[in-house]
């Protein structure tokens, strides 16, 4: 197997291992089982509770910077900023579709966001200002984070536009992104998708 492959692989691999369902296991909580049924730390910040969920974040987003970063450095030395999206995207599909949980996984936006702080940073942080600016006004995460992909997918034509292979990835990414909010958007678009208050109450991302 070529290198570019085990890199692919491994990147999958890594993406699959779901941090929200072996957190909420480990305290005696099946989280496929609560809230929305997802196992994203939305979810587990619902459902287990707000250290677990922030937990859970961090691990997920760490799977995909770990994938585009760490990984291309391991297998390829030197790998182009084409070859580490491409292992970020397989993160991302190891975690929204895992082979261990039934291909039943996450939406992808924590470790979506590892993967762009690793190669297109300024496209980062347009998602996150527009991430925090939509969260402060509705306080409706599905809706700041729908918001925050299509950042991405616009702010890659304006900051990487000169690529148009890695504008085009990440256009790709974030269009995947809010695909995997199809539930979401139907509520939203129903005025059925709450958001925090003082204490969260309803579906999540």
């Known amino acids: 197997m070529s290198q570019i492959n085990l890199l692919l692989v491994f990147s999958y691999l890594l993406g699959s291992i779901p941090f929200g369902f072996i957190i909420s296991k480990a305290l005696g909580i099946d989280i496929r089982t609560k809230g929305s049924g997802n196992i994203g730390a ?28 760490m990984l291309p450095l391991f297998f390829l030395a030197d790998g182009t900023v084409t070859q580490q999206l491409l292992a970020g995207a397989f993160a991302i599909l190891g975690h929204n579709f895992p082979v261990w949980l039934k291909f039943k996984g996450g ?70 992104a809010v695909l995997r909010h199809r539930s979401n958007i139907q509520r939203l678009l129903k005025g059925e998708e709450h958001g925090f208050a003082r204490r969260s109450r309803t579906k999540g991302d």
């Open 42 to 69: 939305t979810n587990v910040f619902r459902a287990v509770g707000k250290k677990w969920g922030l937990l859970c974040f961090l691990l997920d987003f760490l799977k995909g910077l770990g994938s585009a970063w």
């Open 107 to 176: 939406k992808g936006i924590a470790t979506s966001a590892g993967v762009i702080v690793a190669v297109a940073p300024l496209c980062m942080l347009a998602a996150a200002v527009t991430w925090g600016l939509c969260m402060v006004i509705s306080r409706i995460v599905s809706l700041s984070s729908i918001l925050a992909a299509i950042t991405v997918a616009v702010s890659a034509w304006v900051f990487y536009g000169e690529n148009p292979i890695l504008a085009g990835i990440l256009t790709a990414l974030g269009v995947v």
